[in-house]
């Protein structure tokens, strides 16, 4: 079992950055490729970046591409994800989620075992 909790979200300007961590616990985090994924209201959960169990590949959606950047600190048990030039768009609730698979970077949510609670973000123009 792995744990996780989003933690960073929040209400901000366009234009504006935020970055999002996400807290593991449980099974070792380094065994896992992590992602994020958001959900506008009415929407389905859309992927956003991810990351394999090293940080040396990483993934993006095109909305987002330039725009943010996905890490990780497996002595810290955290992933991070630094959102720069925020756009309305942007809005959603930001998901934390981990693969048991190390190595491959998927971009549906029903390639992923574990997920957090979710954080808030919220863009205003």
């Known amino acids: 079992q792995v744990q996780l909790v989003e933690s960073g979200g929040g209400l901000v300007q366009a234009g504006a950055s935020l970055r999002l961590s996400c807290a593991a616990s449980?099974?070792?985090?380094?065994?896992?490729?992590m992602a994020w994924f958001r959900q506008a209201p009415g929407k389905e959960r859309d992927f956003v970046a991810a990351?394999?169990?090293?940080?040396?590949?990483?993934l993006y959606a095109d909305s987002v591409k330039g725009r943010f950047t996905i890490s990780r600190d497996n002595g810290k048990n955290t992933v991070y994800l630094q959102m720069n030039s925020l756009k309305n768009e942007d809005t959603a609730v930001y998901y934390c989620?981990?693969?048991?698979?190390?190595?491959?970077?998927?971009?549906?949510?029903?390639?992923?075992?574990?997920w957090g609670q979710g954080t808030q973000v919220t863009v205003s123009s």
């Open positions: 989620a981990a693969d048991r698979d190390p190595y491959t970077l998927g971009r549906a949510p029903r390639e992923y075992d574990y």
């Open positions: 990351i394999n169990w090293s940080g040396t590949r990483t």
């Open positions: 449980g099974r070792t985090f380094s065994g896992n490729s």
